[in-house]
């Protein structure tokens, strides 16, 4: 499997480069095209919070193997002004910024496993993956 493949969020086209960097790793993965497109809507979510929220941080991305089992991992981290309160955050509906409230939720949503760490100041970082079937 290919290594680790790091791509720095801070304009709209890194996001866009996010997107296409996981929708190659999943296929190298051997995802099928529906799963690629749900890892790319995945990894989009959070880079637009990314520039939306910290202006400047980074997507991870990294084929994984567990026994028989392989995949995608995603790390989103930044050093923005970190989330207030999680488990708000992760509710469909809640927006500090007047948007629909669905990225986060929707993001956790469409993986497998999704684990957030976050504080007031001290940045976000969001680990998802996304097992092939």
């Known amino acids: 499997m290919a290594g680790e493949a ?4 801070t304009t709209d086209a890194d996001v ?30 959070l880079a637009r919070n990314i520039l939306l929220y910290a ?4 997507i991870v991305l990294e084929p994984i193997k567990s026994g028989d089992r392989v995949g995608i991992k995603v790390i989103a981290r930044d ?19 007047g948007g629909l409230g669905l990225g986060l939720p929707g993001a956790r949503r469409l ?3 999704f684990e957030i760490t976050s504080a007031p100041g001290k ?6 993956q996304k097992w092939k079937p």
């Open 55 to 58: 202006r400047h941080g980074e």
């Open 111 to 113: 993986v497998d496993e």
């Open 16 to 45: 866009v480069a996010a997107r296409q960097r996981g929708r190659l790793i999943a296929a190298q993965v051997g995802f099928s095209v529906g799963d690629q497109t749900v890892i790319a809507a995945a990894i989009s979510e």
């Open 79 to 97: 050093s923005g002004p970190g989330i207030k309160d999680v488990s708000k955050a992760l509710m469909d509906g809640f927006s500090t910024s």
């Open 123 to 128: 940045g976000t970082v969001i680990v998802m």
């Open 6 to 9: 790091v791509q720095v969020v």
